[in-house]
């Protein structure tokens, strides 16, 4: 019984840990400017106040453009939500092609596109910069959602390269003696198995554009900075009065999307990782 | 319609290597329709690899493949009229056992009353209509197994593929499902080539055996004749379970006579030879292999010709299986093995009555394995 309550009070300080930011973000976001200065960090606000919640969200100034987050967090959403479709539908391709039609060389691309998942992205910016230069994308929505979608084509390969690999390879021979092709082997057979995968890959790619900096801040120009850069820019304002409650809400907006996904789609997460073989 | 003395399936001068692995060299096979043809041999002997070949999962280095006498070269295997049934049933696991069944057939543009009666017809024969809107998940491994061979039946083929069908289910399951088989050959005439590692499956299902050894084709024959005059030491070791018995010795020419002799317990023991039919002629003092299936080696209350001998042999192992004792007894350093009645009193390091009927025996090259 001891040892249970141990492991409980231990589980307590680890969620005391990790909740905690969010909590004086949370609460810090509440109160207004006079409070903030003279309280204290933990104390609850006197009053709670949902301006600075509006501020952050429409009139907040990032650079020279007081807006708020709104304008920026819309482009995050329409770069996003391109991006991590086509990167996960692409995965899935590859995937699915790299794993049950072993061609001659399948495994050297394998390799080279899990490579491609260890380059730092430092690495690639200049390359990166030219090639959307080249292709007329500089600075544009569509050239964020490329860059992403090809960064992010090591990881979705990987994953459902390892989830189709645990499928037998006769179920491909039987629909070839079945009469069916390629694609329609993929859409009628192997996606319709792919639900937990696709899960875990779409959360994964969600996250990690989402909350990307560094591209959005190299390849986007005044009209498409993600919301990422426009956080950065509002909170690292260097003129007037530092405003820790807008900060915070600004923050937490910024950062509430990945959290909505995470919860929604959490368990199908960790089912999609611990996911074993597909049982035909 | 097909000439009478056509093949349905021919199968010339093919060869298969991967990179620079020899998998298939220089198969010939040909086989009538209505036969059951069952590819036989240890694992890596290139069966599956050739049944592959057949289907057009592969494409053999060499040589072609003729399928109701049309070239299957280059040809899809959606395009040569055969279906396939596989060892991990490869049934699609996200649709149900109708989906299952007739996906083939949708996939090839038929029409959904096709479909249906085709489905009816075909659930019906394997006795499976209560499971059509299950998934294979909540299927029983023999209810899958059942499931595959309706998607392969559903097509009406030509030529019937089985890789290994039963390996996956349990000992009594696979001899009830290999009946069920069996029946089906026997009820649609259809003509199959099945694929296995067991010998027994081989045995039973086939009308013809084909046993493979390293890429080739080493006998193939009626079950029977395969079980009776095996053509080398390999086929002779791998067909007949337990497995048939080697005695070493030589040939012995003595005038007319011809004598097996072989050294045993310090003596000579001297096998009689006029009857057997050498396959050509035999030289005085040739090595030689004496192949003797259990069955021959049996205690005296079994009857047995005119050709055996009566020896006293020590028992080393009793194995019991209700309607039959398998024995191993010592003979000389070797041991070999022989079946008695179950009622024979049997007692471990106790000489027991042997008799070794001969008419059956096989006589091998020592030194190349093959049958004289």
Known sequence: MTARGLLYLLLVVFVAYYMLPLFVMVITSLKDLDEIRAGSLMSPPDRVSLESWGTAWSSACAGILCEGLQPFFWNSVKMVVPAVLLSTLLGAVNGYALSQWRFRGANLIFALMLFGCFIPFQVVLLPMARTLGLLGLAGSLSGLVLVHVVYGLGFTTLFFRNFYVTVPTELVKAAKIDGAGFFTIFLRIFLPLSPPIIVVTVIWQFTQIWNDFLFGVSFSQAGTQPVTVALNNIVNATTGVKEYNVDMAAAIIAGLPTLIVYVIAGKYFIRGLTAGSVKG | ?372
Do not use: W
């Not at chain 2, 559903?154 to 069920?180: Q, T």
């Not at chain 2, 497995?243 to 003596?267: L, Q, S, T």
């Open chain 2, 1 to 372: 319609m097909a000439e009478p003395d056509q093949s349905v399936l021919a199968i010339e001068k093919l060869s298969k290597s991967f990179q620079n692995t020899a998998v298939l060299t220089n198969i010939d096979l040909a086989i009538a329709e209505g036969s059951f043809l069952v590819l036989v041999g240890p694992s890596g002997c290139g069966k599956s690899t050739l049944l592959n070949c057949i289907a057009g999962l592969e494409e053999p280095s060499s040589g072609r493949i003729l399928i109701g006498g049309r070239d299957m070269t280059g040809v899809p295997p959606k395009d040569r009229d055969i279906a396939m049934v596989f060892q991990s049933y490869a049934l699609y696991p996200r649709m149900s056992v109708a989906k299952n069944i007739t996906f083939g057939m949708q996939v090839r543009g038929a029409t959904r009353a096709e479909q249906k009666s085709a489905l009816e017809r075909v659930s019906g024969m394997l006795k499976i209509d209560h499971l059509l809107e299950r998934r294979p998940a909540q299927l029983s491994g023999g209810q899958r197994q059942r499931v595959a061979m309706g998607r392969a039946l559903v097509r009406e083929p030509r030529l019937f593929l089985f890789d290994e069908p039963l390996s996956n289910l349990d000992a009594k399951l696979r001899v009830e499902m290999r009946a069920e088989i069996k029946r089906l050959h026997q009820r649609l005439g259809a003509s199959i080539v099945y694929v296995t590692h067991d010998q027994t499956e081989a045995m039973s299902l086939a009308t013809e055996v084909a046993v493979m050894e390293g890429g080739i084709i080493v006998q193939r024959g009626p079950p029977q004749e395969v079980y009776d005059y095996p053509v080398n030491t390999f086929v002779a070791g791998f067909i007949g379970s337990p497995a048939m018995n080697f005695i070493e010795g030589h040939i012995r020419k003595d005038g007319g006579a011809v004598r097996i002799e072989i050294p045993f317990d310090g003596k000579t023991m001297a096998v009689p030879a006029e009857h057997y039919p050498f396959v050509g002629s035999t030289e005085d003092g040739t090595k030689v292999i004496l192949g003797i299936r259990p069955e021959y080696v049996t205690g005296r209350d079994r009857a047995s010709g005119d050709e055996e001998v009566s020896l006293e042999l020590v028992p080393t192992l009793v194995e019991t299986n209700g309607f039959d004792q398998h024995v191993n007894l010592a003979f000389g350093p070797a041991e070999i093995s022989g079946r008695f009645s179950p009622r024979e009193q049997i007692e471990i390091g106790t000489p027991l009555p042997t008799r070794i009927d001969l008419s059956q025996m096989s006589v091998f090259d020592r030194k190349t394995g093959m049958r004289l």
